[in-house]
């Protein structure tokens, strides 16, 4: 496995409890791996620990078998990449240089980008379909257009390991199944690919294995169909749920509205 995650915990400096405790999972490489679970159960907390940018309050993580905190940043940042759900820019850089900058860890120190990773920044911009923004200020994208340019910054820092939080929370239906597409060819090519989300049918698309995140721990892991159930998602979500299986469409997640008292009564799954 590339990533390993050994009885993993951790709390916020001061806090009085944990955010989560006593995770253990894997990762390979070709692999993606989604975690669902509700709002405020550690998600977002445990992908910057998988990325390096938080350390553990006990347990550990392993990188291609080292412990994530004996690597340096540029051997971390060679290897991971992440892509966090909201990214507030400090300066109006342009959206090319904001691609470009995920050639930094390749870079050494004052050393200016070389004519390769122009190339490598040039084919990221092409491969999402965003080269009409190239000379546009990053600062000044709209929240979807800028998830798209943080991903072609991934792709530019060509990663062994992709740490993605709900990569696709702020993008249109079109954009949403242009960077699941992504995220299958980029398992196909060898990177293991880590990402939470919201959205269970999101899962059934990409994954290879699922992990449900609820009380601050990891209930289930497993293939999508195994372990994303009608009793899971109700427990976790709180909401009224069927599945719709198809052997040749997969399976699809469906709320179940009662369309004659409105949206916001649910009917029980056997009503």
């Not at 070709?30 to 405020?40: A, F, H, M, Q, R």
């Not at 290897?79 to 900058?101: E, G, K, R």
């Not at 959205?199 to 601050?216: E, L, S």
Request: aromatic residues 8%; hydrophobic residues 40%.
């Amino acid at each position: 496995m590339i990533l390993e995650v050994h009885k993993a915990g951790f709390a916020y400096p001061g806090s009085s409890g944990t955010v989560f405790n006593g995770i253990s999972l894997s990762v390979g490489a070709g692999e993606v791996l989604c975690i669902l679970g509700p709002n405020g159960v550690g998600k977002t907390s445990l992908l910057k620990c998988l990325s390096g940018l938080l350390p553990l309050t006990e347990g550990k993580i392993s990188c291609k078998g080292e412990n994530i905190l004996a690597l340096s940043r540029t051997q971390v940042a060679r290897t991971i990449a992440h892509v966090p759900q909201l990214h507030n820019p400090v300066f109006a850089y342009s959206v090319y240089d904001t691609v470009l900058m995920g050639r930094t860890p390749y870079l050494g120190f004052f050393s200016p980008p070389r004519q390769s990773d122009r190339v490598i920044t040039e084919q990221a911009i092409d491969s999402l379909g965003i080269a009409h923004l190239a000379e546009k200020a990053y600062s000044e994208l709209s929240g979807g257009e800028r998830q798209l340019v943080l991903f072609a910054r991934v792709l530019a820092q060509q990663p062994e390991i992709i740490v993605l939080d709900e990569p696709t929370s702020h993008l249109d239906y079109g954009n949403q199944l242009k960077i699941l597409s992504l995220i299958r060819n980029l398992a196909r090519s060898r990177t293991a690919i880590v990402m939470t989300s919201h959205n269970p049918d999101h899962a059934f698309m990409v994954a290879d294995r699922v992990g449900i995140m609820f009380n601050g721990a990891i209930a289930a892991v497993g293939a999508p169909e195994e372990v994303i159930t009608v009793e899971i998602l109700q427990e976790i979500y709180g909401v009224a749920v069927t599945l719709l299986r198809n052997d040749g469409f997969g399976s699809m997640c469906v709320p179940v509205f009662n369309k004659y008292a409105g949206n916001a009564k649910l009917w029980r799954n056997n009503e």
